[in-house]
């Protein structure tokens, strides 16, 4: 799990991984994108 800054570039230069990868956002608490090994990504924020 990693806190960064997250950017559209952020999020297209994040890799697959064969597990799951979460993207914490460092500004808004609680929010995430979570990337697949297939390279979904799906946002989830605060309060959803």
Do not use: H, W
């Not at 914490?24 to 390279?39: A, H, N």
Request: proline share 8%; hydrophobic share 35%.
């Amino acid at each position: 799990m990693a806190k960064i800054k997250l950017t559209k570039s952020a999020v297209d230069a994040a890799q697959p991984q064969t597990n799951i990868i979460e993207l914490r956002d460092t500004l808004v608490p609680g929010f995430l994108c979570k990337i697949t090994p297939s390279y979904r990504r799906r946002t989830t924020r605060p309060g959803t």
